[in-house]
């Protein structure tokens, strides 16, 4: 059973930073891609950024260029640097492990609140 866990959320000034943590447990967890999405009251869950076991990298238009994701595949870790936050980005932030079909895997969500 795969389970991931989220952890690095909190409040910062806008033009802060913030580091997510999500540590997957599972055989699978190194083989698919792993990913951060974030959701905010009354709106659908979005994608923010995604990346692959070889590393590939897919991003939201409105964090290219000051989020980045990387993962530590010995440790089955994937991680997101957020960079020049803004009010815009306060959401609860999901990981994500996907594969094909049925591998679709959510973490709890931890809260990421950019104000002044």
């Known amino acids: 059973q795969v389970q991931l866990v989220e952890s690095g959320g909190g409040l910062v000034q806008p033009g802060g930073s913030l580091r997510l943590s999500c540590t997957c447990s599972g055989s699978i967890c190194s083989i698919y891609v792993m990913g951060w999405y974030r959701q905010t009251p009354g709106d659908q869950r979005e994608l923010v950024a995604t990346?692959?076991?070889?590393?590939?990298?897919n991003f939201a238009d409105s964090v290219k260029g000051r989020f980045t994701i990387s993962r530590d595949n010995t440790k089955n870790t994937v991680y997101l640097q957020m960079n020049s936050l803004r009010p815009d980005d306060t959401a609860v932030y999901y990981c994500n492990l996907k594969g094909p079909t049925t591998v679709d895997y959510w973490g709890q969500g931890t809260q990421v609140t950019v104000s002044s």
């Open positions: 990346i692959t076991r070889s590393g590939f990298r």
